[in-house]
């Protein structure tokens, strides 16, 4: 079981920046494949990017560029830079791990991320 517990959320302007952070429980956070999603009012849940175990990283297309994801296996802990930040990033993201599935079994409560124009 892993529990994750994201942080970092908040209200800033177009051009902004901020950065998310994921914190996990369990001893074998190095081995999952932990990625961001987001979910804007109205809209489907949506990945933007994730990082596997080995450090490789994948993006969504309207983030490359302005988003890097990053992990700390010491701090079992997971990051999300987002720079250039637009009003359409404006979600609640939410930090998802998974292991030895392409499915995502483990989900965090969601942070708000609100920018304004």
């Known amino acids: 079981q892993v529990q994750l517990v994201e942080s970092g959320g908040g209200l800033v302007q177009a051009g902004d920046s901020l950065r998310l952070s994921c914190a996990a429980s369990g001893r074998t956070f190095s081995g999952y494949t932990m990625a961001w999603f987001r979910q804007a009012p109205g809209k489907e849940r949506e990945f933007v990017a994730k990082?596997?175990?080995?450090?490789?990283?994948a993006y969504v297309e309207s983030v490359k560029g302005r988003f890097t994801i990053s992990r700390d296996n010491a701090k079992n802990t997971v990051y999300l830079q987002m720079n250039s930040l637009k009003p359409e990033d404006t979600a609640v993201y939410f930090c998802?791990?998974?292991?030895?599935?392409?499915?995502?079994?483990?989900w965090g409560q969601g942070t708000q991320v609100t920018v304004s124009s």
């Open positions: 998802a791990a998974s292991i030895y599935t392409a499915l995502y079994p483990y």
């Open positions: 990082i596997w175990s080995d450090g490789n990283t």
